[in-house]
């Protein structure tokens, strides 16, 4: 089973940008951080294509990420988990984002 998020977690956009959650559920916590719910925003920073006319991206580059898949068992307030399985896109850019650390080790879900 894979590892549960929690906003500690470590996900980076394909050109080495932070991804971070805006509003992780404050009700629920893991190795004392928050965990991350599938539906909660997420922004980036640092995105090294931010503005490259030659990539296409005026203005651009990576500035949110959506997450597309979640936990299937284990929900809070009624939302999918995410898990360092989780597949998330980043937008406008359309590159996948890569969960480096979960910022936990011990809880897992499906």
């Given at each position: 089973m894979p590892?549960?998020?929690?906003?500690?977690?470590v996900v980076l956009c394909?050109?080495?940008?932070?991804?971070?959650p805006?509003?992780?559920?404050?009700?629920?916590?893991?190795?004392?951080?928050?965990?991350?719910s599938?539906?909660?925003?997420?922004?980036?920073?640092?995105?090294s294509?931010?503005?490259?006319?030659?990539?296409?991206?005026?203005?651009g580059?990576?500035?949110?990420?959506s997450f597309?898949t979640?936990?299937?068992?284990?929900?809070?307030?009624?939302?999918p988990?995410?898990?360092?399985t989780?597949?998330?896109?980043?937008?406008?850019?359309?590159?996948?984002v890569?969960?480096?650390?979960?910022?936990?080790?011990?809880v897992?879900?499906?």
């Amino acid at each position: 089973m894979p590892v549960v998020l929690n906003s500690h977690a470590v996900v980076l956009c394909t050109h080495g940008g932070k991804c971070l959650p805006v509003a992780p559920d404050p009700r629920v916590k893991i190795a004392g951080a928050p965990v991350v719910s599938q539906a909660a925003p997420w922004v980036v920073a640092g995105c090294s294509i931010a503005g490259d006319p030659m990539a296409g991206m005026m203005g651009g580059g990576c500035q949110t990420v959506s997450f597309v898949t979640g936990s299937i068992r284990v929900r809070v307030n009624g939302k999918p988990l995410l898990l360092e399985t989780s597949v998330g896109i980043a937008n406008p850019a359309g590159a996948p984002v890569k969960i480096v650390m979960a910022g936990q080790v011990r809880v897992k879900a499906m």
